[in-house]
């Protein structure tokens, strides 16, 4: 089971959306609506930001939306924040394979 | 609040066995969800080992399935990871995080650095 496929990098300044793809195959992103999405600050444990393709953990800014089309997911940050420089990272149920996270994708704000 | 705590040696010589704990408080592990691991090397991404159901249910990454072992202790509201054969490819920060049914980690532990090393 190959890892699903995010770009290395994505940039924003201030204010602007930055959308991260992620994907895979119809045995994983698009044969289910179990995508979810992690931030990871250096040195940090993940963070849990999105769940179920487009649902929001309890805490999360509704600036952090995900959504999904055929065997891509994507999430987007509007209103990029300083705090919101990361890495992240998708994961989603892959059958018998049950989990399998994405390459990983640096945000950097300008 | 849950919260997840690893804990085990930081150094493991090649061949030898990886053997990490991971503490739960704030939530029984008897009382449901699964727990899992997953590591991520210097500089990598992360890679998921897997999962077990409270009552025993175990699910591997078919790449490691041959040298992995996961257990539950819920008398001690823990659970065990066991890597046989380690190689300097297993030098990663191992993460320990409860795992929800519909696939997706809500807790975290703060990770361990374990390097393979003689």
């Known amino acids: ?110 | 609040q849950v919260q997840l705590q690893e804990s085990g040696p930081g150094l493991v010589k090649p061949s030898e066995t990886l053997s990490l704990t991971c503490g739960v408080s704030g939530y029984s592990i008897s009382s449901g969800y699964y727990w899992g691991w997953i590591r991520q090397p210097p500089g990598k991404g992360l890679e998921w080992i897997g999962s077990m159901f409270h009552s025993g249910s175990n699910y591997y990454n078919p790449s490691l399935k041959s040298r992995v072992t996961i257990s539950v202790d819920t008398s001690n509201n823990q659970f065990s990871l066991r890597l046989t054969s380690v190689t300097a490819a297993d030098t990663a920060v191992y993460y320990c995080a409860r795992r929800r049914g519909n696939y997706f980690f809500d807790y975290w532990g703060q990770g361990t650095l374990v390097t393979v090393s003689s």
């Not at chain 1, 290395?8 to 602007?16: I, T």
């Not at chain 1, 149920?93 to 945000?107: E, H, P, R």
């Open chain 1, 1 to 110: 089971q190959s890892a699903l496929t995010q770009p290395p990098s994505a940039s924003g300044s201030p204010g602007q959306s930055v959308t991260i793809s992620c994907t895979g195959t119809s045995s994983d992103v698009g044969g289910y609506n179990y995508v979810s999405w992690y931030q990871q600050h250096p040195g940090k444990a993940p963070k849990l930001m999105i769940y179920e393709v487009s649902k929001r953990p309890s805490g999360v800014p509704d600036r952090f939306s995900g959504s999904k089309s055929g065997n891509t997911a994507s999430l987007t940050v509007s209103g990029l924040q300083a705090e919101d420089e990361a890495d992240y990272y998708c994961s989603s149920y892959a059958g018998s394979i049950n989990s399998v996270f994405g390459t990983g994708t640096k945000v950097t704000v300008l």
